[in-house]
């Protein structure tokens, strides 16, 4: 999908949609696990156990790259474009950073069906709160592509 042609106003929307859909995601796939463990769910801080070191070893990596990738994109954004070629460029920036929440938000749960152990949801909530962090408003995009106050306004007109 091209996003080129699309008014400001809509970018946002469409933005926003797939935010929310990433989050719809989640707690769809979460509360499946929730009822069809069959297991009692128990709270267990275990370095031991291979999920909770892969899990945290994933989320030390990728919650960081998606971050810094998302910056390295923004900062490719020729500052003299028309808000129109720069939206497209944000766009995939923060795309792969609410990918890289949403991974370690798959993986947390994934985790947590398989072990049985609630402690997996701590990283399923730091991924969530980072996530909350992305959340698109015309404010956050005009201060990360340098847009003018008129550029900001065009989110709602």
């Known amino acids: 999908m091209t996003t080129n042609d699309l008014s400001p106003k809509m970018f946002l929307k469409m933005t926003r949609v797939i935010f929310f859909a990433l989050w719809a995601g989640w707690m769809a796939f979460l509360l499946v696990v929730l009822y069809i463990s069959d297991s009692k769910l128990y709270f267990n801080f275990d370095i031991s156990d291979p999920f909770f070191l892969s899990t945290i ?9 998606g971050y810094l990738y998302a910056k390295m994109t923004i900062k490719k954004i020729d500052q003299n474009d028309s808000v129109k070629n720069k939206l497209p460029k944000y766009q995939s920036g923060q795309l792969m950073r609410m990918a890289s929440c949403e ?3 798959l993986l947390s749960i994934v985790s947590l069906m398989l ?9 399923l909530f730091i991924a969530a709160f980072i996530m909350i962090q992305y959340y698109p408003t015309p404010d956050k995009i005009g201060r990360e592509i340098n847009l003018t106050p008129n550029e900001i306004d065009m989110f709602n007109d």
């Open 57 to 65: 070893l994933m989320a030390c990596i990728f919650l960081p790259f």
């Open 103 to 105: 991974g370690i938000g």
């Open 115 to 123: 072990t049985s152990n609630l402690f997996f949801l701590v990283f």
